[in-house]
Protein backbone atom coordinates (compact mmCIF):
# COMPACT_ATOMS: atom_id res chain seq x y z
CA UNK A 1 0.00 0.00 0.00
CA UNK A 2 1.31 3.22 -0.42
CA UNK A 3 3.34 5.27 2.28
CA UNK A 4 0.63 7.40 4.29
CA UNK A 5 1.87 11.32 4.28
CA UNK A 6 1.68 10.95 8.49
CA UNK A 7 4.45 8.39 8.34
CA UNK A 8 6.34 9.88 6.01
CA UNK A 9 6.61 13.38 7.96
CA UNK A 10 6.82 11.19 11.22
CA UNK A 11 9.34 8.47 10.04
CA UNK A 12 12.87 10.24 10.29
CA UNK A 13 11.95 11.14 13.93
CA UNK A 14 10.70 7.61 14.73
CA UNK A 15 14.10 6.26 13.59
CA UNK A 16 16.11 8.64 15.81
CA UNK A 17 14.24 7.55 18.60
CA UNK A 18 15.12 3.80 17.27
CA UNK A 19 18.68 4.73 17.07
CA UNK A 20 18.80 6.74 20.75
CA UNK A 21 17.06 4.05 22.90
CA UNK A 22 18.45 4.57 26.10
CA UNK A 23 20.19 0.90 28.32
CA UNK A 24 17.46 2.25 30.87
CA UNK A 25 14.75 2.10 28.64
CA UNK A 26 15.82 -1.52 27.25
CA UNK A 27 16.21 -2.26 30.91
CA UNK A 28 12.29 -1.44 31.38
CA UNK A 29 11.63 -3.60 28.52
CA UNK A 30 12.87 -7.00 29.47
CA UNK A 31 11.31 -6.00 32.85
CA UNK A 32 8.10 -5.78 31.11
CA UNK A 33 8.74 -8.58 28.65
CA UNK A 34 6.45 -11.10 29.72
CA UNK A 35 3.17 -8.62 29.82
CA UNK A 36 4.43 -7.93 26.31
CA UNK A 37 4.29 -11.33 25.04
CA UNK A 38 0.67 -11.90 26.60
CA UNK A 39 -0.36 -8.99 24.66
CA UNK A 40 1.47 -10.16 21.47
CA UNK A 41 -0.57 -13.36 21.36
CA UNK A 42 -4.17 -11.48 20.82
CA UNK A 43 -3.01 -8.37 18.85
CA UNK A 44 -4.39 -8.46 15.19
CA UNK A 45 -1.79 -9.80 12.67
CA UNK A 46 -1.14 -6.63 10.94
CA UNK A 47 0.43 -5.14 14.47
CA UNK A 48 3.89 -6.05 15.08
CA UNK A 49 4.67 -8.14 17.96
CA UNK A 50 6.16 -6.10 20.42
CA UNK A 51 9.04 -8.58 22.05
CA UNK A 52 10.23 -8.35 18.66
CA UNK A 53 9.95 -4.83 17.37
CA UNK A 54 12.39 -3.47 19.96
CA UNK A 55 14.91 -5.51 18.81
CA UNK A 56 14.27 -5.05 15.28
CA UNK A 57 16.72 -3.37 12.74
CA UNK A 58 15.48 0.40 11.43
CA UNK A 59 14.55 -1.12 7.96
CA UNK A 60 12.56 -3.53 9.42
CA UNK A 61 10.74 -0.94 12.27
CA UNK A 62 9.74 0.94 8.80
CA UNK A 63 8.49 -1.66 6.91
CA UNK A 64 6.28 -3.16 9.82
CA UNK A 65 5.21 0.06 10.54
CA UNK A 66 3.44 0.72 7.41
CA UNK A 67 1.34 -1.90 7.99
CA UNK A 68 -0.61 -0.20 10.59
CA UNK A 69 -3.99 0.73 9.68
CA UNK A 70 -3.55 3.96 10.85
CA UNK A 71 -0.32 6.04 12.24
CA UNK A 72 -1.81 7.17 15.65
CA UNK A 73 0.93 6.23 18.13
CA UNK A 74 0.43 6.31 21.91
CA UNK A 75 2.69 6.04 25.25
CA UNK A 76 -0.58 5.43 27.31
CA UNK A 77 -0.02 1.66 28.00
CA UNK A 78 1.56 1.62 31.72
CA UNK A 79 1.72 -2.50 31.45
CA UNK A 80 3.77 -2.39 29.01
CA UNK A 81 6.34 -0.55 30.50
CA UNK A 82 5.33 3.15 30.00
CA UNK A 83 8.20 3.09 27.89
CA UNK A 84 8.81 4.84 24.29
CA UNK A 85 10.93 3.46 22.18
CA UNK A 86 10.73 1.79 18.52
CA UNK A 87 9.15 -1.00 19.48
CA UNK A 88 6.69 1.03 21.45
CA UNK A 89 6.24 3.12 18.50
CA UNK A 90 5.57 -0.35 15.92
CA UNK A 91 2.88 -1.88 19.03
CA UNK A 92 0.80 1.24 19.66
CA UNK A 93 -1.31 0.97 17.01
CA UNK A 94 -4.17 0.83 14.77
CA UNK A 95 -6.48 2.57 16.56
CA UNK A 96 -10.18 2.50 16.60
CA UNK A 97 -12.61 5.46 15.55
CA UNK A 98 -13.01 6.36 19.16
CA UNK A 99 -9.09 6.79 19.88
CA UNK A 100 -8.61 3.46 21.94
CA UNK A 101 -5.58 1.30 20.65
CA UNK A 102 -6.74 -1.56 19.32
CA UNK A 103 -4.31 -4.28 20.29
CA UNK A 104 -5.35 -2.58 24.12
CA UNK A 105 -8.68 -3.41 23.42
CA UNK A 106 -8.28 -7.08 22.26
CA UNK A 107 -6.36 -7.97 24.56
CA UNK A 108 -9.18 -6.60 27.43
CA UNK A 109 -11.80 -8.11 25.53
CA UNK A 110 -10.14 -11.61 25.34
CA UNK A 111 -9.23 -10.94 29.31
CA UNK A 112 -12.72 -9.91 30.39
CA UNK A 113 -14.49 -11.91 28.38
CA UNK A 114 -17.58 -9.11 27.97
CA UNK A 115 -17.57 -8.25 24.19
CA UNK A 116 -18.09 -4.79 23.04
CA UNK A 117 -15.62 -3.95 20.48
CA UNK A 118 -14.56 -0.91 19.52
CA UNK A 119 -15.79 0.44 23.42
CA UNK A 120 -19.48 -1.01 22.68
CA UNK A 121 -20.64 0.75 19.57
CA UNK A 122 -20.48 -2.22 17.27
CA UNK A 123 -22.85 -4.44 19.94
CA UNK A 124 -25.57 -2.81 18.89
CA UNK A 125 -28.32 -0.53 20.66
CA UNK A 126 -30.80 -2.95 22.29
CA UNK A 127 -31.65 -3.46 26.16
CA UNK A 128 -29.09 -5.91 27.29
CA UNK A 129 -25.84 -5.71 25.03
CA UNK A 130 -22.44 -6.43 25.92
CA UNK A 131 -20.54 -4.36 27.89
CA UNK A 132 -18.17 -1.95 26.63
CA UNK A 133 -14.21 -4.00 26.40
CA UNK A 134 -12.55 -2.55 29.92
CA UNK A 135 -9.23 -2.17 27.94
CA UNK A 136 -8.14 0.87 29.62
CA UNK A 137 -7.91 -1.07 33.36
CA UNK A 138 -5.71 -3.44 31.89
CA UNK A 139 -3.74 -0.68 30.36
CA UNK A 140 -3.12 0.85 33.45
CA UNK A 141 -3.13 -2.22 35.71
CA UNK A 142 0.80 -2.04 35.74
CA UNK A 143 0.96 1.50 37.76
CA UNK A 144 1.84 -0.14 41.42
CA UNK A 145 5.98 -0.50 40.47
CA UNK A 146 6.05 -3.90 38.43
CA UNK A 147 5.96 -1.73 34.97
CA UNK A 148 10.22 -1.24 35.12
CA UNK A 149 9.88 2.45 35.61
CA UNK A 150 11.96 4.81 36.74
CA UNK A 151 11.79 6.40 40.43
CA UNK A 152 9.49 9.58 40.11
CA UNK A 153 11.22 13.06 38.62
CA UNK A 154 12.81 15.29 41.40
CA UNK A 155 11.14 18.65 41.61
CA UNK A 156 14.13 20.72 41.92
CA UNK A 157 15.06 19.15 38.71
CA UNK A 158 11.58 19.96 37.09
CA UNK A 159 10.91 23.15 38.31
CA UNK A 160 14.45 23.93 36.35
CA UNK A 161 13.32 21.99 33.32
CA UNK A 162 9.66 23.62 33.24
CA UNK A 163 10.38 27.25 34.56
CA UNK A 164 11.82 28.87 31.24
CA UNK A 165 8.48 28.00 29.60
CA UNK A 166 5.82 28.37 32.30
CA UNK A 167 7.51 31.88 33.05
CA UNK A 168 6.95 33.22 29.43
CA UNK A 169 6.06 36.44 28.77
CA UNK A 170 3.82 35.41 26.48
CA UNK A 171 1.28 33.60 28.45
CA UNK A 172 0.90 36.88 30.41
CA UNK A 173 0.62 37.80 33.67
CA UNK A 174 -1.65 35.02 35.09
CA UNK A 175 -0.33 31.61 34.60
CA UNK A 176 -0.69 28.69 36.98
CA UNK A 177 0.60 24.87 36.63
CA UNK A 178 1.15 21.49 38.41
CA UNK A 179 2.65 18.18 38.01
CA UNK A 180 1.42 15.28 39.48
CA UNK A 181 3.15 11.90 39.95
CA UNK A 182 0.11 8.97 38.62
CA UNK A 183 1.31 6.31 40.58
CA UNK A 184 1.60 8.05 44.33
CA UNK A 185 -0.80 11.10 43.54
CA UNK A 186 2.41 13.23 44.93
CA UNK A 187 2.59 16.86 43.34
CA UNK A 188 6.09 16.84 42.10
CA UNK A 189 5.52 20.33 40.71
CA UNK A 190 3.44 23.67 41.42
CA UNK A 191 3.30 26.82 40.42
CA UNK A 192 0.40 28.38 41.69
CA UNK A 193 -1.24 25.47 41.90
CA UNK A 194 -4.13 25.97 43.66
CA UNK A 195 -4.94 29.79 42.32
CA UNK A 196 -8.63 29.20 40.19
CA UNK A 197 -8.45 30.22 36.72
CA UNK A 198 -10.51 30.00 33.75
CA UNK A 199 -9.81 26.44 32.42
CA UNK A 200 -11.74 26.85 28.81
CA UNK A 201 -12.23 23.32 27.76
CA UNK A 202 -10.50 21.47 30.22
CA UNK A 203 -13.60 21.95 32.35
CA UNK A 204 -14.67 18.50 30.01
CA UNK A 205 -12.07 16.21 32.36
CA UNK A 206 -13.95 17.32 35.45
CA UNK A 207 -17.50 16.42 33.58
CA UNK A 208 -15.90 13.44 32.52
CA UNK A 209 -14.73 12.55 35.90
CA UNK A 210 -18.05 13.37 37.57
CA UNK A 211 -20.42 11.90 35.07
CA UNK A 212 -18.56 8.31 35.24
CA UNK A 213 -18.51 8.71 38.98
CA UNK A 214 -22.16 9.35 39.32
CA UNK A 215 -23.66 7.13 36.89
CA UNK A 216 -21.20 4.56 35.43
CA UNK A 217 -19.15 3.86 32.28
CA UNK A 218 -21.66 1.20 31.08
CA UNK A 219 -24.74 3.35 31.53
CA UNK A 220 -26.64 4.34 28.17
CA UNK A 221 -29.59 6.65 27.27
CA UNK A 222 -32.59 5.91 25.60
CA UNK A 223 -34.10 7.83 23.27
CA UNK A 224 -38.12 6.49 22.66
CA UNK A 225 -41.42 6.50 21.04
CA UNK A 226 -44.51 6.33 23.11
CA UNK A 227 -48.19 5.58 22.22
CA UNK A 228 -50.83 7.93 24.55
CA UNK A 229 -53.06 5.42 25.51
CA UNK A 230 -56.44 4.35 23.14
CA UNK A 231 -55.61 6.83 20.64
CA UNK A 232 -52.81 7.02 17.72
CA UNK A 233 -50.67 9.48 19.33
CA UNK A 234 -47.10 8.89 19.46
CA UNK A 235 -44.83 10.80 21.28
CA UNK A 236 -40.97 10.94 20.52
CA UNK A 237 -39.34 10.98 24.27
CA UNK A 238 -35.76 12.69 24.40
CA UNK A 239 -33.47 11.23 26.91
CA UNK A 240 -30.66 13.89 26.22
CA UNK A 241 -28.30 11.72 23.78
CA UNK A 242 -27.20 14.41 20.99
CA UNK A 243 -25.49 11.82 19.67
CA UNK A 244 -28.88 10.05 17.94
CA UNK A 245 -27.96 9.92 14.03
CA UNK A 246 -30.26 10.07 11.03
CA UNK A 247 -27.39 8.99 9.05
CA UNK A 248 -27.32 5.46 7.19
CA UNK A 249 -23.94 5.09 8.04
CA UNK A 250 -24.65 5.58 12.24
CA UNK A 251 -21.05 4.75 13.56
CA UNK A 252 -22.44 2.58 16.25
CA UNK A 253 -24.20 5.08 17.60
CA UNK A 254 -28.39 5.19 18.10
CA UNK A 255 -30.22 5.46 14.90
CA UNK A 256 -33.46 7.46 14.35
CA UNK A 257 -34.09 5.21 11.06
CA UNK A 258 -33.58 2.00 13.76
CA UNK A 259 -36.22 3.74 15.60
CA UNK A 260 -38.81 4.54 13.05
CA UNK A 261 -38.19 0.68 11.36
CA UNK A 262 -39.23 -0.84 14.80
CA UNK A 263 -42.15 1.74 15.81
CA UNK A 264 -43.41 1.41 12.39
CA UNK A 265 -43.44 -2.61 13.24
CA UNK A 266 -44.85 -2.08 16.77
CA UNK A 267 -47.61 0.63 15.09
CA UNK A 268 -48.61 -2.00 12.64
CA UNK A 269 -48.86 -5.10 15.52
CA UNK A 270 -51.79 -2.54 16.18
CA UNK A 271 -53.03 -2.09 13.13
CA UNK A 272 -52.43 2.23 13.21
CA UNK A 273 -51.21 3.78 9.91
CA UNK A 274 -51.93 6.96 10.37
CA UNK A 275 -50.67 8.68 13.46
CA UNK A 276 -50.05 11.95 14.99
CA UNK A 277 -46.41 12.82 15.99
CA UNK A 278 -45.50 14.92 19.24
CA UNK A 279 -42.33 15.23 20.81
CA UNK A 280 -41.34 15.57 24.60
CA UNK A 281 -38.26 17.74 25.53
CA UNK A 282 -39.82 18.06 29.27
CA UNK A 283 -36.27 15.81 30.73
CA UNK A 284 -34.65 19.33 30.86
CA UNK A 285 -35.07 22.51 33.03
CA UNK A 286 -33.61 26.07 32.29
CA UNK A 287 -32.71 27.96 29.55
CA UNK A 288 -32.06 26.04 26.00
CA UNK A 289 -29.14 28.62 25.21
CA UNK A 290 -25.81 28.68 26.92
CA UNK A 291 -24.69 32.52 28.02
CA UNK A 292 -22.22 32.47 24.70
CA UNK A 293 -25.72 33.22 23.13
CA UNK A 294 -25.79 31.44 19.21
CA UNK A 295 -22.72 29.60 18.22
CA UNK A 296 -21.80 26.88 15.83
CA UNK A 297 -19.53 25.14 19.10
CA UNK A 298 -23.17 24.28 20.61
CA UNK A 299 -26.47 23.55 20.01
CA UNK A 300 -29.35 24.80 21.43
CA UNK A 301 -28.88 22.04 24.92
CA UNK A 302 -32.55 20.15 24.82
CA UNK A 303 -32.70 16.12 25.29
CA UNK A 304 -34.02 15.68 21.84
CA UNK A 305 -31.86 16.33 18.23
CA UNK A 306 -30.33 14.16 15.87
CA UNK A 307 -26.69 14.23 14.80
CA UNK A 308 -26.34 17.49 17.34
CA UNK A 309 -28.59 19.61 15.40
CA UNK A 310 -25.47 20.05 12.57
CA UNK A 311 -26.73 21.33 8.96
CA UNK A 312 -23.13 19.53 7.42
CA UNK A 313 -22.06 16.49 7.25
CA UNK A 314 -20.00 17.41 10.04
CA UNK A 315 -19.81 15.31 13.31
CA UNK A 316 -17.54 17.57 15.29
CA UNK A 317 -15.80 20.66 15.60
CA UNK A 318 -18.17 24.33 14.79
CA UNK A 319 -20.61 23.87 12.66
CA UNK A 320 -23.96 26.07 11.52
CA UNK A 321 -26.84 24.30 13.48
CA UNK A 322 -30.67 24.41 13.42
CA UNK A 323 -32.65 26.60 15.29
CA UNK A 324 -35.31 23.87 16.51
CA UNK A 325 -33.17 20.91 17.56
CA UNK A 326 -36.24 18.68 18.57
CA UNK A 327 -38.56 19.87 15.82
CA UNK A 328 -36.19 19.35 13.35
CA UNK A 329 -35.19 15.68 14.52
CA UNK A 330 -38.89 15.02 14.55
CA UNK A 331 -39.60 16.39 11.25
CA UNK A 332 -36.75 13.57 10.23
CA UNK A 333 -38.05 10.88 12.15
CA UNK A 334 -42.13 11.85 10.42
CA UNK A 335 -40.49 11.43 7.50
CA UNK A 336 -38.87 8.21 8.11
CA UNK A 337 -42.15 6.94 9.20
CA UNK A 338 -43.91 7.83 6.12
CA UNK A 339 -41.27 5.80 3.75
CA UNK A 340 -41.66 2.99 6.53
CA UNK A 341 -45.78 3.36 5.29
CA UNK A 342 -47.18 4.84 7.93
CA UNK A 343 -48.91 8.82 7.39
CA UNK A 344 -48.22 11.26 9.95
CA UNK A 345 -49.44 14.07 11.24
CA UNK A 346 -46.93 16.14 13.14
CA UNK A 347 -47.63 18.23 16.21
CA UNK A 348 -45.38 20.59 18.82
CA UNK A 349 -43.88 19.82 22.07
CA UNK A 350 -46.51 17.65 24.20
CA UNK A 351 -44.96 15.67 27.65
CA UNK A 352 -45.70 12.00 27.15
CA UNK A 353 -48.38 10.99 29.17
CA UNK A 354 -47.29 8.80 32.72
CA UNK A 355 -49.52 5.85 31.48
CA UNK A 356 -48.22 5.81 27.66
CA UNK A 357 -47.19 2.32 26.39
CA UNK A 358 -43.52 2.03 24.88
CA UNK A 359 -43.48 1.17 21.45
CA UNK A 360 -39.54 1.63 20.27
CA UNK A 361 -36.37 2.71 22.21
CA UNK A 362 -32.41 2.90 20.85
CA UNK A 363 -30.01 3.39 23.63
CA UNK A 364 -26.73 5.50 22.77
CA UNK A 365 -23.22 3.53 23.05
CA UNK A 366 -22.05 3.67 26.53
CA UNK A 367 -21.22 6.59 28.83
CA UNK A 368 -17.37 5.66 28.20
CA UNK A 369 -17.91 5.96 24.74
CA UNK A 370 -19.26 9.46 25.01
CA UNK A 371 -16.85 10.37 26.92
CA UNK A 372 -13.62 9.58 25.24
CA UNK A 373 -15.38 11.14 22.09
CA UNK A 374 -16.22 14.33 24.06
CA UNK A 375 -12.58 14.67 25.30
CA UNK A 376 -11.11 13.67 21.66
CA UNK A 377 -13.30 16.09 20.08
CA UNK A 378 -13.45 18.58 22.40
CA UNK A 379 -17.75 18.33 21.81
CA UNK A 380 -19.43 20.29 23.49
CA UNK A 381 -22.61 19.37 23.27
CA UNK A 382 -22.11 15.92 24.91
CA UNK A 383 -20.37 17.90 27.71
CA UNK A 384 -24.02 19.92 28.32
CA UNK A 385 -25.64 16.67 27.65
CA UNK A 386 -23.48 14.81 30.42
CA UNK A 387 -23.81 17.43 33.03
CA UNK A 388 -27.11 16.95 32.90
CA UNK A 389 -26.81 13.55 33.49
CA UNK A 390 -25.02 13.95 36.63
CA UNK A 391 -27.69 16.35 37.69
CA UNK A 392 -30.35 13.58 37.00
CA UNK A 393 -28.13 11.18 38.90
CA UNK A 394 -27.48 13.36 41.65
CA UNK A 395 -30.98 15.28 42.56
CA UNK A 396 -30.07 18.62 41.13
CA UNK A 397 -31.72 20.25 38.30
CA UNK A 398 -31.00 19.44 34.79
CA UNK A 399 -29.85 22.58 33.77
CA UNK A 400 -26.61 24.82 33.14
CA UNK A 401 -27.14 25.61 37.39
CA UNK A 402 -27.93 22.60 37.79
CA UNK A 403 -25.18 20.61 36.24
CA UNK A 404 -22.93 22.87 37.46
CA UNK A 405 -23.86 22.03 40.93
CA UNK A 406 -23.96 18.87 40.39
CA UNK A 407 -20.45 18.07 38.83
CA UNK A 408 -19.22 20.29 41.98
CA UNK A 409 -20.95 17.86 44.44
CA UNK A 410 -20.04 14.64 42.32
CA UNK A 411 -16.22 15.67 42.37
CA UNK A 412 -16.60 16.38 46.53
CA UNK A 413 -17.17 12.62 46.74
CA UNK A 414 -13.75 11.45 44.83
CA UNK A 415 -12.08 13.85 47.83
CA UNK A 416 -9.87 16.06 45.58
CA UNK A 417 -8.93 19.65 46.01
CA UNK A 418 -11.88 21.36 45.31
CA UNK A 419 -10.94 25.04 47.25
CA UNK A 420 -11.71 28.25 44.77
CA UNK A 421 -12.80 26.31 42.27
CA UNK A 422 -16.38 26.94 40.49
CA UNK A 423 -18.56 25.54 37.36
CA UNK A 424 -20.62 27.55 35.38
CA UNK A 425 -21.10 24.73 32.59
CA UNK A 426 -19.97 21.52 31.35
CA UNK A 427 -18.29 22.51 28.46
CA UNK A 428 -15.68 25.24 29.69
CA UNK A 429 -16.92 27.71 27.48
CA UNK A 430 -18.74 29.73 29.92
CA UNK A 431 -15.93 31.99 31.85
CA UNK A 432 -17.63 31.64 35.27
CA UNK A 433 -15.84 28.47 35.82
CA UNK A 434 -12.48 28.61 37.51
CA UNK A 435 -10.95 25.52 38.09
CA UNK A 436 -7.52 24.63 39.80
CA UNK A 437 -4.42 23.07 38.09
CA UNK A 438 -4.14 21.08 41.20
CA UNK A 439 -7.51 19.81 40.75
CA UNK A 440 -7.01 18.88 36.91
CA UNK A 441 -3.96 17.38 37.29
CA UNK A 442 -5.37 14.95 40.45
CA UNK A 443 -8.53 13.93 38.66
CA UNK A 444 -6.31 13.00 36.15
CA UNK A 445 -3.86 10.90 38.25
CA UNK A 446 -7.10 9.83 40.02
CA UNK A 447 -8.44 8.81 36.68
CA UNK A 448 -5.45 6.13 36.77
CA UNK A 449 -6.18 4.40 39.95
CA UNK A 450 -6.90 0.87 40.71
CA UNK A 451 -9.41 2.24 43.04
CA UNK A 452 -11.21 4.13 40.53
CA UNK A 453 -11.83 2.10 37.63
CA UNK A 454 -14.84 3.47 36.25
CA UNK A 455 -12.74 6.90 35.32
CA UNK A 456 -10.32 5.15 33.38
CA UNK A 457 -12.21 6.50 29.99
CA UNK A 458 -10.83 10.36 31.47
CA UNK A 459 -7.33 9.07 30.34
CA UNK A 460 -8.27 7.10 27.17
CA UNK A 461 -10.47 9.68 25.46
CA UNK A 462 -7.56 12.06 25.61
CA UNK A 463 -6.10 13.53 22.41
CA UNK A 464 -2.64 12.14 21.38
CA UNK A 465 -0.31 14.60 20.71
CA UNK A 466 0.31 14.94 16.66
CA UNK A 467 -1.94 12.34 15.90
CA UNK A 468 -5.99 12.71 16.98
CA UNK A 469 -8.38 14.98 18.17
CA UNK A 470 -7.80 18.56 18.95
CA UNK A 471 -4.12 17.62 19.41
CA UNK A 472 -3.73 16.38 15.54
CA UNK A 473 -2.04 19.13 14.36
CA UNK A 474 -0.74 21.15 17.82
CA UNK A 475 2.20 18.79 17.69
CA UNK A 476 4.97 18.87 14.58
CA UNK A 477 5.81 15.78 13.11
CA UNK A 478 9.72 16.13 14.81
CA UNK A 479 8.62 17.54 18.61
CA UNK A 480 9.70 15.39 21.22
CA UNK A 481 5.99 15.24 22.50
CA UNK A 482 4.44 13.44 19.53
CA UNK A 483 2.45 10.36 20.37
CA UNK A 484 3.88 10.44 23.93
CA UNK A 485 2.04 13.45 25.40
CA UNK A 486 -2.05 12.92 25.66
CA UNK A 487 -3.99 16.04 26.56
CA UNK A 488 -7.01 18.03 26.77
CA UNK A 489 -6.72 21.51 25.08
CA UNK A 490 -8.68 24.46 26.28
CA UNK A 491 -9.15 28.17 23.93
CA UNK A 492 -10.74 30.98 24.28
CA UNK A 493 -10.03 34.52 23.95
CA UNK A 494 -7.09 35.01 26.38
CA UNK A 495 -7.42 31.63 28.02
CA UNK A 496 -4.84 28.46 27.14
CA UNK A 497 -4.76 25.61 28.55
CA UNK A 498 -3.69 22.30 28.41
CA UNK A 499 -3.82 19.17 30.83
CA UNK A 500 -3.09 15.49 30.28
CA UNK A 501 -0.46 13.13 30.89
CA UNK A 502 3.17 11.91 29.71
CA UNK A 503 5.55 9.39 29.86
CA UNK A 504 8.68 10.80 30.90
CA UNK A 505 12.79 9.60 30.03
CA UNK A 506 12.55 7.47 32.73
CA UNK A 507 9.10 5.79 31.79
CA UNK A 508 7.03 7.40 34.59
CA UNK A 509 3.91 8.81 34.34
CA UNK A 510 3.23 12.02 35.17
CA UNK A 511 -0.27 14.20 35.16
CA UNK A 512 -0.03 17.84 34.52
CA UNK A 513 -2.37 21.00 33.96
CA UNK A 514 -1.26 24.02 32.89
CA UNK A 515 -3.45 27.45 32.63
CA UNK A 516 -2.94 30.63 31.27
CA UNK A 517 -5.55 32.94 31.49
CA UNK A 518 -4.55 36.51 30.42
CA UNK A 519 -2.42 35.96 26.93
CA UNK A 520 -2.65 38.79 24.37
CA UNK A 521 -4.37 38.08 21.48
CA UNK A 522 -1.22 38.86 19.57
CA UNK A 523 0.41 35.72 21.51
CA UNK A 524 -2.09 33.20 21.64
CA UNK A 525 -0.13 30.83 19.07
CA UNK A 526 3.31 31.74 21.06
CA UNK A 527 1.21 30.78 24.09
CA UNK A 528 0.13 27.49 22.60
CA UNK A 529 3.83 26.64 21.49
CA UNK A 530 4.67 27.58 25.04
CA UNK A 531 2.40 25.41 26.47
CA UNK A 532 3.05 22.66 24.18
CA UNK A 533 7.15 22.67 24.56
CA UNK A 534 6.36 22.47 28.10
CA UNK A 535 4.91 19.11 28.07
CA UNK A 536 7.46 18.27 25.63
CA UNK A 537 10.29 19.08 28.04
CA UNK A 538 8.63 16.77 30.65
CA UNK A 539 8.58 13.64 27.78
CA UNK A 540 12.39 14.11 27.59
CA UNK A 541 13.01 14.46 31.10
CA UNK A 542 14.66 11.96 33.20
CA UNK A 543 14.90 15.64 35.62
CA UNK A 544 16.65 13.60 38.94
Same mark, same amino acid.
Given at each position: ?? !??????????? %????????????????????????? %?????????? $????????????????????????????????????????? #????????????????????? $????????????????????????????????????????????????????????????????????????????????????????????????????????????????????????? #?? %?????????????????????????????? #????????????????????????????? @??????????????? !?????? *?? *?????? @?????????????????????????????????????? +???????? *???????????????? !?????????????????????????????????????? !????? *????????????????????? #?????????????????????????? $????? +??????? $???????????????????????????????????????????????????????????
Amino acid at each position: MP !EPKVWRAARPH %VLRVARGVKPGIARATRAVKPGAAR %VAQVVKPGVV $RVTSAVTARSSQLTRNTKKLTTLQFTAGAATLGLVFSAGAV #AAAGPWDSSGQRTAERDWAAS $RAGQGGADHGRDSGTAAGAPKPAPSAPSVLAGLGGTTGAGSAPESAALAAALDPFLSSAVLGPRRAAAVVDVETGEQLYGRNADDALTPASTTKIATAAAVLSAVGPDHRIETRTVLAPDS #AE %VVLVGGGDPTVTAHKDTGGYASLRTLADET #AAALDKRHLNEITLAYDVSLYEGPEQHTI @GKNGNLALVVPLMAD !EARLDN *SS *SGDSPR @GDDPAADATARFADLLEERGVKVTTEGSAEAPKKAEEL +AAVSSPPL *STLVERMLTNSDNDIA !EALARQVALATGEQPSFEGGAAAIKKELKKLEVPLDGV !EFADG *SGLSRGNRLTPALLATLLAKS #AAASHPELRPVLTGLPVAGFTGTLRS $RYPSD +ATGTGIV $RAKTGTLSNVNTLAGTVVDADGRLLAFAFLATETDMANTDLAKKALTDATSTLATCGCR
